[in-house]
């Protein structure tokens, strides 16, 4: 069960921007053709997708402008990294796999519950830290906080129902 799981999420990652595109390129498409039809009086079918086909080159061709480029490495790196995302949540390289608690106190006084993302932190100089995700609740936002290795605790819990117990403010689970 767990594997037809796995596979459509998989199926899910890799069809819903297919989808989209192919939705967004219908709607461009016949809304200029409706446009057209209510200026000139009558239609002209398929225009509507020869102007999306200008519109998309002349994309192209600004694209290979110095400035439109940046802009490309930052929606690049946008996707890229809600692909990861993605993926760290339902891919096969899911990343919340290690839910821990977090002293955050240092006395035990107040503790967070997260996901170890890295075990340790050696390529940023700091080889006994560890990378802790902090889900937030009712939303898919986070915080990653850098965190001695020893203020950490693996949980006894699948990843799963420690996601769902953060995602919902602490009132999902048993």
Do not use: C
Not at 19 to 36: E, K, P, S, Y
Not at 50 to 78: D, M, P, Y
Not at 79 to 95: C, I, N, P
Not at 108 to 135: I, L, Q
């Amino acid at each position: 069960m767990r594997r037809i799981i796995n596979y459509f999420f998989q199926g899910l990652v890799f069809l819903v921007p297919i989808v989209l595109t192919l939705w967004a390129a219908g709607t461009t498409f016949l809304t200029i053709d409706n446009a057209i039809r209510r200026l000139t009086g009558f239609p002209i079918p398929g225009l509507g997708f020869l102007a999306a086909l200008i519109g998309v080159t002349a994309f192209g061709f600004l694209a290979s402008n110095f400035f439109t480029r940046r802009v490309l490495q930052l929606l690049k790196l946008l996707h890229t990294s809600l692909k990861d995302l993605m993926s760290a949540f339902v891919g096969e390289k899911r990343r919340f796999n290690k839910p821990v608690l977090v002293d955050l106190t240092g006395d035990g006084r107040v503790r967070a519950v997260g996901f170890v993302t890295r075990d340790t932190m050696a390529r940023f100089g700091r080889p006994d830290d560890v990378a802790v995700y902090f889900p937030q609740s009712y939303h898919f936002a986070g915080q990653v906080v850098i965190v001695p290795a020893a203020a950490v605790a693996p949980l006894a819990i699948e990843s799963p129902e420690v996601m769902a117990f953060v995602v919902s403010g602490g009132v999902s689970g048993k």
